[in-house]
C-alpha cells in the first residue's frame, strides 16, 4: 500500500508542473509560486481532488502503534522492516521531491522519439543478453543450437516489416547484428561528431543513464566468450566499450556510475585501458579517491603484457584532472613506475640504446605507429613531466635520477630529433628541473640550458619559415614553438629563485651580460618574430606576448643592451596589447549588455532553452518552499521515536514498556545489529534521529507549524495549537502544551497534554535519558566496528550531541566504558589512525599558491610604509583596486558574452551542460576542496574536544595514554596534525598564507580549540607534552599570531582574527597555572618581543578604523581589539620571563601605537587567588565590558561601608554585595539605552542639590515675611527697580560668556528678588515650591534610574528605606504647595540626610537606644516611687504656684477683631472708647485683683497619686535640684523636716544625678565611639589592604610597595571584575583557574581569596628554600618508594629460602640423606 503512494504523488506532481509549463507558455510572465506551493501539498490531502490517506480509519495511529509494535520485537529482519516503513511514513515529502528531481523532460519530438527508440532497443539488447547462453558462439557450429521459435518469429517479422522475403539469417548472426545496430545507435546518442569539433550530448547522456542504459551494456560485458575465436562477439565487445566511453565523456555523473563497476575493467584489455581512461578523464574526485590497487594493476599490465601507449594514458589521466594535479596520484605512480624498473621505465641513456632512439625517430612508421617504442617513450617521458608538475619535491628528485639534464640536452639537441620528442623532453625539463621547490643550481649555473635556447633558435626559424599553405603545415613544430618552448623561456627567466637568492641572481646577471648577452638578444628578436606569424591562435599569441614581457623585464631590470629598433617594437607591442584589451573589454561588455536584452525581449518564447530553465525553475522553488515542511514533518518522527508511549491506552503493557525505556533501548541495540547486517541507510536515519532528539528546534515557519501541528493533532489527538514548536529540539524555551482530552483510538491521546509537553526536558536530562538507554555504548561500537565512512561520521556526530555543553554523567559514561571493557586500545586506534592518513592526504593532496610566493616580498615592501588605517591611502593602492574591479568586471562580462553567444549558437549543446557549467564556473572555488579523509577530522577533534569539557582531568590524562599494551598519543597526535595542515616547517617561515584557506581554516580553528580543551585546568602532563613535542607545533601556533595570513587575510579578516584569538587562547593554556618558566621559554624560544608588540598595535588600529567605519563588531569574541586584548594578555604572561617584552609593554606615551598599550592596559586586571592545595596563582584578564557601567557612587558605598567580619576580613560582605553590583551593572546598561533617564540619573547630586537650596530659600522667605499681607509689590523705589534689573542683566550675561556657580547663584537670587517685587512674594513662593516639585520628581526619576528600583518588584520598593524617605519628600513639598507654607519646614531636615556629622549626631542617639530607654524606664520607676512616697507623707508640700487665665466675663468682645488672644489678654485693662459700658464698675481696683490673685495663683497638685506622680516627672526632672526645688519650703521645726531632706536629696542623687546623667553619657559614649570608629576606619582604609588584610608596615624594604599592591596585585575592583567575568562567560570557555572559581562562587566558599599572604611578599629566598624543601620532599617520597621495592624484594627472597630449605628438608626426610661432611677437614 505505501508503495503506491509515493507513485501517486509523484503523478499528481507531474501532472501539476505539466499544467504550469503550458500555462506558461501561453503566457509570458513569472510563474506564480505560491499557487504552485498549494497544489503540491495538495498531493498530501487537504484538496478536493486529494483527500489523506488514512490507512486505519483511526488518523493513522493504529498504523503508527502496529509499526512500534513490530519495532519492539525480537526478530531483527521485522525490525528494520518496521523501521523502513515507519522511516518512509514520515518522509513522504522529502521522497517526492527527491524522486521529481530525476524527472528529465521530453521536450522536441526529437526527443520522444529517441526516448521510444532508446526504449526499444533497451528492452531488445536486454532480452538478447539475458539469453545470452542461446546463441553465443562456443566452440561449435552456431547453426546447431540457435535455430529456436523465438529467431523464426523474429525473423518472419523482420520480413513482414520489409515487405519482401529475405535469405534465412541465423539466430546468432541476428543477434550479433542486431547488437552492434543498437550500441552503434546508442553511441552516437552520446556524442555529436562533426569534422572537426566532437562534442558531448549530456540531455541524451542523462536520458541513457535515467532509463538503465549502462546496466544493460554492463551485463553485456559480463556475457563469456570464445576470446580467440569469436571475433564478431570481439567487435561487439569493443562497439559496447565504445559506448561506455562515450556515456561518461565529460559527464561525471555518469563516471561515478560506471566507477562503481571498475572491477569488470581490472583485466589486462587494452579497451578496459581506454575506458577506464575516460571513467576517470577530468574528474578531480574520482582520481583523488583512486586506488592504490588500481595503478598497481596498469603498471603490471604494462610489464606482463606489453608496453602499450594505453596504459601510459591511463596514468597521465588519474595524475592530472581538470587542470589541475594531485600529488596524491603523483606519488603513488611514481613509486609504482620506479619500483617496476626497466620492465617500464625505458629511457635511451647509453650510447647503444641512444642510436636506436635516433633511428626511431628517423623511422617514419615508428613516428606513425600508436603503439611503437617511441610512442611508449614519449608518453613515459610526458607522464613523468605530469608527474614533477606542481612541484612536487619527492617526484623531481626520482626523475632527476631517471632522466638527468645531460641526456635531455643530447635528445633535443640532435639533428634528427622529432618535435613529438622534443615537446616531451622540454616539457619535462621545464617541470622536473625550471619550474620546482628546490633549487636546482646546475640550471642556472651549467652551459646545457643555452645550448637548448640556440637549438631553439632554429627551431624557431623552421616555426617562422614554415609554408603559409595551412593544409601542409608542420602543426606540432609550431605547437612547439609557440607553446613549450614559450613556456620554459618564460619560466626559467621569472624563476622564484631569482627574487630570493641575491648569490642566484648575481651569477645569472654575469653570465647573461657577459658571455651569453647575444644568444639572449637573438632569442627575443626570435620570438618577437614568432609573435607577427599570421598563423597564430589568440592563446598561442598570448603565450608568447607573455614571453616577450619576461624578456624584455629581464633585460631592463640587468641592463642587457637591446637594439633600439627592437626596444622600440616591443614597447609599441605592450601599448597595442594594453589598447586592445581595453577594447575587447569594451566589445565584450556592450555584447553581454544586448545580450541581456535580447534575452528579456525573446523570454516568453517557447523552446528547448525556455522549458528547460523553467523546469529548473520550479524544481528549485519547490524545494526551498517545502523544505520547512519536510523538515516539520520529519520532526514529528523524532516525537514519536522518543515518546512512543504517548500513541499506547494507558495501563496497557506496551505502553508501559515505552515508558520504562523499552523502545528506546531496543532501537538503539537495533541499531549495532544493523550496522553488521550492512543495513548503512537505516543505520545512518537511526543515528540522524538520535541526533535530532537533543537538536534545538530550527522553526519551520508558519506553514511547517501548522503542518507539525496538524499531524499531531492527527496521531495524538487535539492539541492546543501552539506559535512554535516547543520540544526536545528546544530546551526550556517553555513547553509545548499539546493538550487534549480525546479518548480517540482508545484513549491514545488522553495524556497527551502532560506527554507532549517535552519543552520542560534540559539539554542535558535527554542526553541522560539516551546514555541510560545506551547511547553512549552505542557510539563506541560504532566507531570501533563502522566500515563505512558515513557510519562513522554520524556516529561521530551523535557522540557530539551527546556531550555538547560539556555534559559530565556522558563523559563519565564514556570513561567507564572505555576502561572496564579494557576496548580503550581499538578505540583511540581508530582515531589514531584516521589521523594519520589524513596527515597522509594532506601531505599528497596539499597546494600551494606558488604565485603568492613570488610576490610576497613585494607585497610586504609595498605594504610597509602603508598605515592601517584606511582613511590615510596611498594613490597606488587606489589605482591597484580600481584596475582590479576592472578586470573583475571585464572578465565575467566575458564569460556572460562567450555563454550567451553559445547558447545563440547551439542551444542544445549549452542547456545540455547545465550540469557541468556551474562545476566549470566554480573550478576556482573547489581547487581548495578538502578530501572527506581530511574533513572528517572536524568532528573528531570537536569530539575529542568535548570529552575534556569543563577540564575533565581523567579524560584529559586518558587521550594522553590509555594505560594499554598499545598506548596512543592523541594530544601529540593532534599537535602533528596542525603541524602538517599548516605546512609544518614551511608554514614556521612565514609562509603560512599559503597553505591557510577559506576550506581549511574551521578545521585548523578547531584543532586549536582541541588543544586548548586538552591543557586547561590546567592538566601539566598534556602541556608539557604539547610543548616539548618534536614537532613545529609550538612555532606553528606562534606563527599564527605574528604573520599576516595573506591572502586570506584580505578577503576573510574575520577567519584571521579567529585564527588568531584560538593561537594566543592555546598558548595561554599551555602556560596554564605553571609555576616554572620551562613552557614560556619553550614559546619564547622563535617569538621576537618586537614582532608580537606589532601584532598588538595592529589589531587595536583595525579596530579603530572599524569603529570608525560604523562596524559595531566589540561585542564579537573575534573582534580585532578583543583579538588584540587576547594577545595582550599572552603577551602580559610571557613578559614574566623576558625582560625586553616587559620594557615593551609599558606605554611611553610617545611611541606611535602606544595608546594600544594604555588601552589595554587600563582594560586588563590582575588578581590573586588561592588554590584548593593553598597555593597562589596570580591571573590576568580581560575586564568585562560590562562592568564599566558601575558608578563612582556605588564604589564609594561599597569602599566606605563595607563591614569587617570577626577575622578582620572584608571579603564576606563584598562578596554578598557582589550580586547586587552586577544587577546595578546590568540596570546601568540597560539605563544607557535611554538617553533621557540617563541624562537624569547622571545628574542626580545637581538635583538634590537644587532641592535643598530650594528648601532653605523658601523656610527663609516664609520666615522673614510670614504673614505675607504686608508685603505689597508696589513698596519699591524706581531707581533700586532699575538696580534689580541690571544686576539681573549682568549675572545673566556672566552665566553666557562664563558658566560659573557664582555667577548663577547672583542670577538666582536677582531673579528671586525681581519676581518678589514684581509679582508679590506669596506668588513668588508659589512659583519656588511649584518649581522644587517638579525638581524633586525629576530627582525621583533620577534616583529611580540610579537604581533600577522598579526592576525589582514592589517588594524591593516597599523595603527600600532610601527610595521611600525621597517619595515622603516628594510628598512633603507637594503638601507645602498646595496645603500650607509652614510644610517646608520639614525639608530642612534633608540637612541630617546630607551631612554625614549630623548622622553621626543621630546615630548616638539610635546606635545604643535600647540602654537609653532601659535607663529612661529605670527612672520613670524611681520616679513613681518617690511619687507614693510623696502622696503618702508629703502630700501638703506639693504646692505650687500658678498662673490662671483672667476671667473671660471681664473682658470686652472682640472676637470681630482680627487680632490674637494674646493681644487681649495684654489689652485687657483699656477700656475701649465707644463701647458703652462704664469702666470703673466693671473693673475692680488693682489692689483687690492683686490680693485675691495671691491666695487663687496656689494650688495643691498631689491630691491623687496620678497628679503626684505627673508633678514629680514634670517639675522633678527639669529643676536642677530635684523635685525639692519646686515643693514647699518646711521649717526645721516640722516633724517630718529631716524626712523632707532625705526625700529630696534622695531624688536629687539618685534621679538627677545618677540615672540622667547616664543618659547623657551613653549618648556621649557612643558618639565618641562612632567618631573613633570613622576615624579608625579611615585609618584601616589608608594602611590595610582590603583583599587580604595585610597592613603598610609588611610591604616596608620590599619590591613591591603597599599602594602598588592594593592598586595592581589585589585591587578589590579588578576582583569585582573577575567574578562578573565568570557570571557573563559561558561555562564551556572557562580557563581552568575561571571554572575553579566559579565552582568556589557556586558553593559560596570564599577560601579562593588571599587572606594575610601576597605573592610579591614571597621573597627569592622563601622561594629557594620551599622549592629546596619541594626537591627534598620528592627525593624523599622516591627513595620510600625505592625501600618499599627492597623490601619487597626481601620478603619474597626470604619466602623463597624459606621454601627452598623445607624442599631440601623434606628429600632429606623421604630418601637417604647423603653424607654431610663432604670436605674432611670441615668439622661435623
Known amino acids: 500500500m505505501t508503495e503506491g503512494v509515493p507513485k501517486l504523488q509523484k503523478s499528481c506532481h507531474l501532472s501539476l508542473i505539466q499544467s504550469y509549463l503550458s500555462t506558461y507558455s501561453c503566457f509570458s510572465g513569472a510563474l506564480d509560486f505560491e499557487h504552485i506551493e498549494e497544489q503540491a501539498e495538495g498531493i498530501f490531502g487537504g484538496s478536493e481532488e486529494n483527500t489523506p490517506l488514512d490507512l486505519d480509519d483511526h488518523g493513522g495511529r493504529t498504523f503508527l502503534r502496529v509499526l512500534l509494535h513490530l519495532t519492539m520485537h525480537d526478530y531483527p529482519p521485522l525490525v528494520s522492516g518496521a523501521l523502513q516503513l515507519l522511516f518512509r511514513h514520515f518522509s513522504q515529502r522529502q521522497e517526492v521531491l527527491q524522486a521529481f528531481k530525476q524527472v528529465q523532460l521530453l521536450v522536441t519530438s526529437q526527443d520522444v522519439d529517441n526516448y521510444k527508440q532508446i526504449k526499444q532497443d533497451l528492452d531488445q539488447l536486454r532480452s538478447i543478453v539475458e539469453k545470452s547462453e542461446l546463441w553465443v558462439y562456443k566452440g561449435q557450429s552456431p547453426d546447431e543450437t540457435m535455430d529456436g521459435a523465438q529467431g523464426e518469429n523474429e525473423h518472419k517479422k523482420k520480413e513482414e516489416g520489409h515487405g519482401k522475403p529475405q535469405k534465412y539469417e541465423s539466430t546468432s548472426s541476428y543477434n550479433y547484428r542486431v547488437m552492434k545496430e543498437i550500441l552503434l545507435r546508442l553511441s552516437k546518442l552520446c556524442v555529436q561528431e562533426s569534422i572537426s569539433v566532437r562534442k558531448n550530448r549530456k540531455q541524451q547522456q542523462r536520458l541513457l543513464r535515467n532509463m538503465g542504459a549502462h546496466t544493460v551494456v554492463l551485463e553485456l560485458l559480463q556475457i563469456p566468450y570464445e576470446k580467440a575465436e569469436d571475433t564478431r562477439m570481439q567487435e561487439i565487445m569493443k562497439l559496447a566499450h565504445e559506448f561506455l566511453q562515450n556515456f561518461c565523456a565529460g559527464n561525471q555523473q555518469n563516471q561515478a556510475l560506471l566507477h562503481k563497476h571498475i572491477n569488470l575493467f581490472l583485466n589486462p584489455g587494452i579497451l578496459e585501458a581506454v575506458t577506464m581512461q575516460h571513467i576517470f578523464m577530468n574528474n578531480f574526485q574520482l582520481c583523488s579517491e583512486i586506488n592504490e590497487r588500481v595503478v598497481q594493476h596498469f603498471v603490471h599490465c604494462i610489464e606482463t603484457h606489453g608496453r602499450n601507449v594505453q596504459y601510459i594514458k591511463f596514468l597521465q589521466t588519474i595524475v592530472k584532472a581538470e587542470g589541475k594535479f594531485i600529488k596524491k596520484c603523483q606519488d603513488m605512480v611514481m613509486a609504482e613506475l620506479v619500483n617496476a624498473g626497466e620492465d617500464v621505465l625505458v629511457f635511451y641513456n647509453d650510447r647503444a640504446s641512444f642510436q636506436t632512439l635516433v633511428q626511431m625517430m628517423r623511422s617514419e612508421r615508428d613516428r606513425m605507429d600508436e603503439n611503437s617504442p617511441l610512442m611508449y617513450h614519449i608518453h613515459l617521458v610526458e607522464l613523468l613531466a605530469v608527474c614533477t608538475e606542481g612541484k612536487n619535491v619527492y617526484t623531481e628528485i626520482k626523475c632527476n635520477s631517471l632522466l638527468p639534464l645531460d641526456d635531455i640536452v643530447r635528445v633535443v639537441t640532435h639533428e634528427d630529433c622529432i618535435p613529438e620528442v622534443k615537446i616531451a623532453y622540454i616539457n ?14 646546475e640550471i642556472y649555473t651549467s652551459n646545457h640550458m643555452w645550448k637548448l635556447f640556440e637549438n631553439f633558435l632554429v627551431d624557431i626559424c623552421r616555426a617562422c619559415n614554415n609554408t603559409s599553405d595551412r593544409k601542409h603545415a608542420d602543426s606540432i613544430l609550431e605547437k612547439y614553438v609557440t607553446e613549450i618552448v614559450m613556456s620554459i623561456v618564460t619560466t626559467f627567466f621569472s624563476s622564484p629563485f631569482s627574487d630570493q637568492s641575491t648569490t642566484l641572481q648575481t651569477l645569472i646577471l654575469i653570465i647573461i651580460k657577459e658571455t651569453r648577452q647575444p644568444v639572449f638578444v637573438q632569442l627575443l628578436q626570435g620570438v618577437f618574430r614568432v609573435y607577427h606569424c599570421n598563423w597564430l591562435m589568440p592563446s598561442q599569441k598570448a603565450s608568447v606576448e607573455s614571453c616577450i614581457r619576461v624578456l624584455s623585464d629581464v633585460a631592463k631590470s640587468r641592463a642587457i643592451a637591446i637594439p633600439v629598433d627592437l626596444d622600440s617594437q616591443v614597447n609599441n607591442l605592450f601599448l597595442k596589447s594594453h589598447n586592445i584589451v581595453q577594447k575587447t573589454a569594451m566589445n565584450w561588455r556592450m555584447t553581454a549588455r544586448n545580450a541581456a536584452r535580447r534575452d528579456s525581449v525573446l523570454a516568453a518564447s517557447r523552446d528547448y532553452r525556455n522549458i528547460i530553465e523553467r523546469l529548473q525553475d520550479i524544481v528549485s522553488a519547490l524545494e526551498d518552499r517545502l523544505r520547512p515542511l519536510v523538515q516539520a514533518e520529519l520532526s514529528v518522527l523524532v516525537d514519536v521515536l522518543h515518546r512512543p508511549e504517548l500513541l499506547f491506552p494507558e495501563n496497557t503493557d506496551a505502553r508501559r514498556k515505552c515508558e520504562s525505556g523499552g523502545f528506546i533501548c531496543k532501537l538503539i541495540k537495533h541499531t549495532k545489529q544493523l550496522l553488521e547486517e550492512n543495513e548503512e541507510k537505516l543505520c545512518i536515519k537511526v543515528l540522524q534521529t538520535l541526533r535530532e532528539m537533543m537538536t534545538k528546534d530550527r522553526g519551520y515557519g508558519e506553514k511547517g507549524e501548522a503542518l507539525r501541528q496538524l499531524l499531531v493533532n492527527r496521531y495524538y ?141 613585494k607585497d610586504e615592501d609595498t605594504d610597509r610604509d602603508v598605515p592601517v588605517r584606511k582613511r590615510v591611502r596611498e594613490p597606488m593602492t587606489q589605482i591597484t583596486e580600481e584596475v582590479r574591479d576592472q578586470l573583475l568586471e571585464a572578465s565575467t562580462a566575458t564569460r556572460k558574452a562567450y555563454n550567451t553567444y553559445r547558447r545563440e549558437a547551439d542551444p542544445d549543446d549549452h542547456f545540455s551542460t547545465g550540469d557541468g557549467a556551474q562545476s566549470a564556473a566554480d573550478k576556482n572555488r573547489d581547487e581548495l576542496e578538502m578530501s572527506a579523509v581530511i574533513t572528517i577530522m572536524q568532528p573528531i577533534l570537536r569530539f575529542l ?110 577567519l584571521v582574527l579567529e585564527l588568531k584569538n584560538n593561537a594566543s587562547k592555546l598558548l595561554l593554556a599551555i602556560m596554564e597555572s605553571r609555576h616554572d618558566s620551562e613552557n614560556a621559554e619553550r614559546i619564547l624560544y622563535n617569538m621576537r618581543p618586537k614582532e608580537l608588540v606589532e601584532v598588538i598595535k595592529k589589531a587595536y588600529m583595525q579596530g579603530e578604523v572599524e569603529f570608525e567605519d560604523g562596524e559595531n563588531g566589540e561585542d564579537l569574541a573575534a573582534s580585532p581589539r578583543n583579538v588584540g586584548h587576547n594577545i595582550y594578555i599572552l603577551a602580559h604572561q610571557l613578559a614574566r620571563h623576558n625582560k625586553e617584552l616587559q620594557n615593551m609593554l609599558k606605554p611611553g606615551g610617545q611611541v606611535e601605537g602606544d595608546e594600544a598599550l594604555e588601552f589595554y592596559a587600563k582594560h586588563t586586571a590582575q588578581i590573586e587567588i588561592v588554590r584548593l592545595d593553598r597555593t597562589m596563582e596570580q591571573i590576568v584578564f580581560p575586564v568585562p565590558s560590562i562592568c564599566e557601567f558601575l558608578t563612582k557612587e556605588s564604589k564609594l558605598r561599597i569602599y566606605y561601608t563595607t563591614e569587617r567580619d570577626e577575622q578582620g576580613s572584608k571579603i564576606n560582605d563584598f562578596f554578598m554585595k557582589s550580586e547586587d553590583l552586577f544587577n546595578e551593572m546590568n540596570w546601568q546598561k540597560k539605563l544607557r539605552a535611554q538617553p533621557v533617564l540617563y541624562w537624569c540619573a ?46 539681573m542683566l549682568i549675572s545673566l550675561a556672566i552665566v553666557i560668556a562664563l558658566p560659573k556657580p557664582h555667577g548663577i547663584r547672583a542670577l538666582i537670587a536677582s531673579t528671586i528678588l525681581r519676581l518678589i517685587f514684581s509679582v508679590g512674594l506669596q506668588p513668588t513662593l508659589f512659583l519656588l515650591g511649584a518649581f522644587n516639585v517638579c525638581n524633586k520628581t525629576i530627582f525621583v526619576m533620577s534616583f529611580v534610574g540610579n537604581c533600577g528600583t522598579f526592576t525589582r518588584g514592589y517588594k524591593a520598593m516597599i523595603l527600600d528605606v532610601e527610595f521611600l524617605y525621597h517619595l515622603l519628600y516628594l510628598l512633603i ?170 526625700y529630696d536629696l534622695l531624688f536629687f542623687f539618685m534621679v538627677i544625678i545618677i540615672v540622667l546623667n547616664l543618659i547623657f553619657g551613653v549618648i556621649i559614649d557612643t558618639f565618641a565611639d562612632l567618631r573613633s570608629e570613622k576615624q579608625k576606619k579611615e585609618e584601616i582604609l589608608k594602611t590595610t589592604c582590603f583583599i587580604c588584610g595585610l597592613e603598610r608596615d609588611k610591604f616596608d624594604n620590599k619590591t613591591v610597595t603597599f599602594e602598588e599592591h592594593i592598586k595592581e596585585e589585589h585591587n578589590m575592583w579588578h576582583y569585582l571584575c573577575f567574578i562578573v567575568l565568570v557570571k557573563v562567560k559561558d561555562s564551556t570557555e572557562y580557563t581552568g583557574p575561571e571554572s575553579y572559581v566559579a565552582e568556589m562562587i557556586k558553593e559560596r566558599n570564599l577560601d579562593w581569596f588571599p587572606r594575610m599572604r601576597a605573592m610579591s611578599l614571597v621573597s627569592s629566598d622563601s622561594e629557594g628554600e620551599q622549592n629546596e624543601l619541594r626537591n627534598l620532599q620528592e627525593k624523599l617520597e622516591s627513595t620510600m618508594k625505592l625501600v618499599t621495592n627492597l623490601s619487597g624484594q626481601l620478603s619474597e627472597l626470604k619466602d623463597q629460602m624459606t621454601e627452598q630449605r623445607k624442599q631440601k628438608q623434606r628429600i632429606g626426610l623421604l630418601g637417604h640423606p647423603p653424607p654431610m661432611n663432604v670436605n674432611p677437614q670441615q668439622p661435623a
Not at 492546543?720 to 491521546?749: C, D, H, I, M, V
Not at 616539548?1028 to 595570513?1045: C, K, Q, R
Not at 500650607?1380 to 556629622?1397: C, I, K, M, Q, W
Open 1373 to 1542: 513639598c507637594a503638601m507645602g504647595l498646595f496645603v500650607h507654607e509652614f510644610f517646608y519646614s520639614l525639608l530642612l531636615f534633608d540637612l541630617v540626610y546630607r551631612e554625614e556629622t549630623l548622622l553621626n549626631v543621630i546615630k548616638s542617639v539610635t546606635r545604643n537606644g535600647r540602654s537609653i530607654i532601659l535607663t529612661a524606664v529605670l527612672a520613670l520607676i524611681l520616679v513613681y516611687l518617690f511619687s507614693i512616697v510623696g502622696y503618702l507623707f508629703f502630700k501638703d508640700d506639693f504646692i505650687l504656684e500658678v498662673d490662671k487665665l483672667p476671667n473671660e466675663t471681664l473682658l470686652p468682645d472682640r472676637t470681630d477683631s482680627g487680632e490674637t488672644m494674646t493681644g487681649e489678654f495684654l489689652y485687657s485693662d483699656v477700656c475701649k472708647a465707644g463701647s458703652g459700658e462704664n469702666c470703673s464698675s466693671v473693673i475692680p481696683s488693682k489692689e483687690l485683683i492683686s490680693e485675691e490673685n495671691e491666695e487663687e495663683n496656689k494650688e495643691h497638685t498631689c491630691e491623687t497619686l496620678l497628679m503626684c506622680i505627673v508633678t514629680v516627672l514634670s517639675h522633678g526632672l527639669r529643676s536642677g535640684g530635684g523635685v525639692g526645688d519646686v515643693l514647699r519650703k518646711p521649717s526645721k521645726e516640722e516633724p517630718l523636716f529631716a524626712a523632707r531632706v532625705i
Open 1242 to 1287: 547622571r545628574n542626580m547630586s545637581f538635583w538634590s542639590s537644587i532641592s535643598f537650596n530650594l528648601a532653605v530659600l523658601m523656610n527663609l522667605l516664609v520666615a522673614f515675611f510670614y504673614p505675607f499681607e504686608g508685603v505689597r509689590e508696589d513698596t519699591l523705589e524706581t531707581h533700586l527697580s532699575v538696580l534689580l534689573w541690571t544686576a
Open 428 to 441: 619535462f625539463l621545464n617541470h622536473c628541473y625550471v619550474d620546482t621547490e628546490v633549487e636546482m643550481k
Open 717 to 857: 489527538g487535539n492539541v492546543r495549537p501552539a506559535g512554535r514548536r516547543e520540544s526536545l529540539t528546544s530546551f526550556g524555551n517553555g513547553p509545548l502544551s499539546a493538550g487534549g482530552t480525546s479518548k480517540a483510538g482508545g484513549g491514545g491521546g488522553s495524556s497527551v497534554s502532560s506527554s507532549m509537553n517535552r519543552g520542560e526536558m534540559s539539554l542535558a536530562d535527554v542526553q541522560c535519558h539516551l546514555d541510560k538507554e545506551g547511547a553512549s555504548n552505542l557510539v563506541i561500537d560504532l566507531i570501533m566496528n563502522a566500515t563505512s565512512d558515513r557510519v562513522f561520521h554520524e556516529s561521530i556526530l551523535l557522540a557530539i550531541a551527546l556531550l555538547e555543553g560539556g555534559n559530565t554523567t556522558i563523559q563519565h559514561s564514556f570513561f567507564c566504558r572505555l576502561t572496564e571493557d579494557k576496548k580503550s586500545e581499538k578505540f583511540f586506534k581508530v582515531f589514531y589512525d584516521r589521523m594519520k592518513v589524513a596527515q597522509q592526504e594532506i601531505k599528497a593532496t596539499v597546494t600551494v599558491n606558488t604565485s603568492d610566493l613570488g610576490n610576497k616580498k
Open 945 to 1054: 574536544q568535548l570529552l575534556c569539557e569543563n577540564h575533565n582531568r581523567d579524560l584529559q590524562n586518558f587521550l594522553r595514554c590509555q594505560n594499554n599494551k598499545t598506548n596512543y598519543n592523541l594530544v601529540c597526535e593532534t599537535l602533528q596534525f596542525l603541524d602538517c595542515i599548516c605546512g609544518s616547517t614551511t608554514g614556521g617561515l612565514g609562509l603560512l598564507g599559503l597553505y591557510i584557506n577559506e576550506k581549511n581554516v574551521a578545521l585548523i580553528n578547531q584543532t586549536l580549540e582541541s588543544l586548548t580543551e586538552y591543557c586547561q585546568g590546567p592538566c601539566h602532563e598534556n602541556q608539557n607534552c604539547i610543548a616539548t613535542h618534536e614537532s613545529n607545533g609550538i612555532d606553528i601556533i606562534t606563527a599564527l599570531i605574528l604573520n599576516d595570513i595573506n591572502p586570506l587575510g584580505k578577503k576573510r579578516m574575520d
